[in-house]
Each structure stands twice: as structure tokens, then as C-alpha cells.
């Protein structure tokens, strides 16, 4: 069993969706994020939460919404979204905020917009 | 405002031609670099961080070094399966926010 664990692996929506990804960390890690990634760009990330709290929130548009109903479990709603939002989507997760400490990634949810 | 520099974008060897990837960095205060290796179609797999210049870590036919303004990651004799991007990562202390480079591509040809 893998340490972070995202589903789906793959989903295709259209712009007038309403989809979930879901992320499951079995790491015992505090922390948990999501990281978009785009094709010969730079990770970017979009949220952290840290013990269920959201403590970033990286200039993301509504229409991502996200929720740590656990420090095991990270959701990211979608809804309304737009072409240029495809993308590679990874969930990732760290022992807690402190610097230096490694963050885990999952192996990612590739979502195409339609 | 930081920044991570990868180079070459794409690199292509020979099985067992020695090479290394570049990762140069403009940081307001380096708390840790990370290199992580991805396969197409998966999330990054964690390699090594370094924490201080002159810091060294090796695994298998991978070693990283750290200086005060970019890190290596050498990779000695390598093999098909190395074929993979390699990404380098800055966290200068700002709440574990990675910044990222674009990474490198490496393709080894048998």
C-alpha cells in the first residue's frame, strides 16, 4: 500500500461538472496538500492544511474548493471548471508545516475539462 | 523572489555514459533542497534533501551535492530504468512551501 493514495487516477468532466478528487495519506502526517501541475510548468501549489485547518490558500479560484475533513483525508471539489484547468492534480503530505521536512507525493489524478 | 533553475531541459545518454543535472537556486535563506524523480504519468518519488553546503548523499548510481548557489545530482553509469524527469525543489522556510523548478528530462538509451 502506497503512502498517499489519489483517486480517481484519471477523470474527464465537462465545464458544467460537479466532480471530487480524493486523497488518503497513511503516512501519520499532519500536513496535507495539493499541488497542480501543468505541462512545462513548474509545480504549483494550491492549498495546505495543516491538523484539518486550512493554513494556505495559494490565489486558487472558487471554483477548487477544498476539504480535510481528517488529518488522513484531503478532498478537492470541482466544479465550473475551465479548459486551461487540465491538469495533472497531486496530493501530497508531510510530517507537519516545519521547515525542512519531506513532502510525500501521491501519484497524482489526471483531470481533463472538456 | 525565489527562484530554481534546471539545466539541461532534456538530456539524452548512452547506458553507462556518466552525466549530471544542474539545479541552480536564488533563495532568500535555504532551509532544504529536494530531488524527487517522476515517471510519466505518476507523482514524484523523493530521492534526497541536503541541508547545508558541502552535504553529500548517494543511492544505487545516484549522488547530490549541495553548494551555496545550485546542486548536482550526478548520476554514474546509468542504466535504462534511470529514464525518468528529475525535479529539484527549494523550501527556504515560508510555512513548507516548495518552490519548484521545471525539471530535466533524462532519457538513457540502451
Known amino acids: 500500500e502506497t503512502g498517499v493514495t489519489q483517486t480517481p487516477r484519471h477523470l474527464v468532466m465537462g465545464m458544467t461538472n460537479k466532480k471530487s478528487l480524493k486523497c488518503e495519506q497513511h503516512?501519520?502526517?499532519?500536513?496535507m496538500y495539493w499541488y497542480k501541475q501543468s505541462a512545462k510548468k513548474p509545480l504549483e501549489l494550491m492549498f495546505v492544511?495543516?491538523?484539518?485547518?486550512?493554513?494556505e490558500n495559494n490565489s486558487v479560484p472558487s471554483r477548487f474548493s477544498p476539504e480535510c475533513p481528517n488529518s488522513s483525508h484531503l478532498f478537492l471539489h470541482l466544479h465550473t471548471l475551465q479548459p486551461e484547468d487540465s491538469a495533472l492534480y497531486l496530493c501530497?503530505?508531510?510530517?507537519?508545516?516545519?521547515?525542512?521536512?519531506?513532502?510525500?507525493f501521491g501519484e497524482g489524478s489526471w483531470l481533463t475539462v472538456v | 523572489e525565489d527562484q530554481v533553475t534546471q539545466s539541461p531541459e532534456a538530456l539524452r545518454l548512452q547506458e553507462g555514459e556518466s552525466s549530471s543535472l544542474n539545479c541552480s537556486y536564488t533563495?532568500?535563506?535555504?532551509?532544504?533542497l529536494f530531488w524527487y524523480r517522476q515517471d510519466p504519468g505518476k507523482g514524484p518519488e523523493f530521492l534526497f534533501t541536503?541541508?547545508?553546503a558541502g552535504e553529500e548523499k548517494e543511492k544505487e548510481r545516484l549522488k547530490a551535492t549541495l553548494t551555496k548557489k545550485e546542486s548536482f545530482l550526478h548520476i554514474t553509469a546509468p542504466k535504462p530504468e534511470d529514464s525518468a524527469t528529475y525535479l529539484c525543489?527549494?523550501?527556504?522556510?515560508?510555512?513548507?512551501?516548495?518552490?519548484f523548478g521545471k525539471g530535466i528530462t533524462l532519457s538513457v538509451r540502451p
Open positions: 501530497a503530505s508531510s510530517q507537519d508545516r516545519q521547515t525542512g521536512n519531506t513532502i510525500y
Open positions: 503516512l501519520g502526517h499532519n500536513a
Open positions: 492544511y495543516s491538523l484539518e485547518e486550512r493554513v
Open positions: 533563495v532568500s535563506g535555504l532551509r532544504g
Open positions: 541536503l541541508y547545508s
Open positions: 525543489a527549494v523550501d527556504t522556510g515560508a510555512n513548507s512551501k516548495l518552490t
